[in-house]
């Protein structure tokens, strides 16, 4: 349904993990601390987060650098496998590759992930019913934001396989009525230190 006013969603996944996941690193830490302090002023309605640690400890990282914004905590924001594409869907050359990759995804992801993925964009994409413009920022896992920026930019629903973003990046969607999503910043790192950029990133894609 389209509103009568436009969304901007703030997409954020999480900071750097410990290696066992159970929470963040001293660098995930400031990476979200950081964050916060860049997203001062901006009028948000609600942080919302998976319930994962990782996730959680960065919203309410970002959360502690504004002022009274709710917290709230979603499976739909979790992590999940948000599409298992189909052999025939994917390029040839890429195919196996792709295949060898979801199949390390478990029966329950595999279950639930798509049915997520579908709630998710009923939650947060799309102009909304109201009088003034909505901010509303999701501190997530990288699968979502690809599954999300993918879907602004109308591309084939495997199309969130090869999306990558860093640890605490941000990537701002617009959601205008009567117009098409806007991707307005995309894994975008400038309020972090050159040390704490492009974790959460394979080493060959360092720049």
Do not use: C
């Amino acid at each position: 349904m389209t509103g009568a006013a436009t969304r901007y969603l703030y997409l954020v996944r999480h900071g750097e993990a410990l290696p066992d996941e159970s929470g963040l690193t001293e660098g995930g830490r400031r990476q979200a601390t950081l964050l916060g302090r860049r997203l001062r002023g901006i009028p948000f309605t609600a942080v919302h987060h998976g319930p994962l640690p990782r996730a959680e400890q960065t919203a309410r990282l970002i959360a502690g650098q504004l002022k009274g914004v709710p917290l709230h905590v979603s499976e739909v924001a979790g992590d999940y496998v948000p599409y298992l594409p189909e052999k025939e869907e994917l390029p040839a050359e890429s195919a196996d590759f792709y295949l060898r990759f979801l199949a390390g995804a478990g029966e329950e992801e595999r279950k639930h992930g798509p049915a997520l993925a579908r709630q998710a964009l009923d939650l947060f994409t799309g102009a909304v019913p109201d009088e003034e413009d909505r901010h509303e920022l999701v501190v997530t896992h990288n699968f979502l934001v690809a599954w999300l920026v993918r879907d602004a930019m109308h591309a084939p629903k495997w199309r969130w396989l090869g999306l990558n973003h860093g640890n605490a990046a941000l990537t701002v969607i617009r959601y205008a009525p009567g117009r098409p999503a806007s991707l307005l910043v995309s894994n975008d790192m400038r309020h972090l230190p050159s040390e704490l950029r492009w974790t959460g990133f394979p080493a060959q894609q360092h720049i």
